[in-house]
């Protein structure tokens, strides 16, 4: 019972590199988001997808982008890394079902990320 | 449109003691309200749920209402433990805003022996 995987955990980048953080959910779900959280914030929407080859922006979408060429996978591209990037990353998924029972998300555990 | 507001923190309380961490919400058509728990370096987890008005959501010892009236869904744990220490996020969701959640700032609670 996978979920939803992040990868990598941690990682460290110099200042202009690029990356990109790897999410996969098994769960089938339609939709997935990409959220940042800064130490004692909340979390931001940077971008979110409602099925395959859709992809809108969030409330923070400047200096990512993102691609969704399959349901399983939703991977985050980071270009021209730069300090206001540190953040931990999440991915999460939901059904996005009408049906308000079953709309709840499930997170990853996960990508801390450090620009330097 | 549609909005979370959580009670600041951080919390402290001792171990035992009853806990209420407030919860309001705006929002177009009837969302479903959620509590997620994160513990530290964890992502978060879904800690109760409830889709509709009247409903109550437990998991855990914790309880919250789905309040229309007062537009809540406060948390409650009647004696809480180590444990227990965790930030807590109130969030709305469902059909009515897109399936897009709308997450609180999140409330810190430490919880001492």
């Known amino acids: 019972n996978a979920g939803v995987t992040q990868t990598p955990k941690f990682r460290i980048l110099k200042i202009g590199q690029s990356m990109t953080l790897q999410c996969t959910q098994d769960m089938n779900h339609n939709y997935m988001y990409w959220y940042r959280q800064d130490p004692g914030m909340g979390l931001k929407l940077i971008y979110y997808s409602v099925g395959a080859g859709i992809t809108d922006k969030g409330e923070v979408p400047n200096g990512y982008n993102v691609s969704r060429s399959t349901t399983e996978d939703f991977p985050l591209r980071l270009e021209l890394a730069a300090p206001s990037q540190t953040s931990v990353y999440f991915c999460a998924s939901s059904p996005g079902s009408v049906a308000p029972a079953h709309t709840e998300a499930f997170f990853g555990q996960g990508t801390r990320l450090t620009v330097v | ?113």
């Open chain 2, 1 to 113: 449109g549609n909005s979370v507001t959580q009670m600041e923190g951080p919390v402290t309380l001792s171990e035992e003691a009853f806990l209420t961490i407030n919860c309001t919400y705006t929002a177009t058509g009837y969302p479903s309200l959620f509590w997620y728990v994160q513990y530290p370096g964890e992502g978060l987890q879904l800690l109760l749920k409830a889709t509709k008005a009247d409903d109550k959501g437990s998991n855990k010892g914790f309880e919250a209402t789905y309040r229309k009236e007062t537009t809540s869904f406060h948390l409650e744990k009647g004696s809480v433990q180590v444990s227990d220490s965790a930030v807590y996020f109130c969030a709305l969701s469902g059909p009515w805003t897109g399936n897009q959640f709308y997450f609180g700032t999140g409330t810190s609670l430490t919880v001492i022996p």
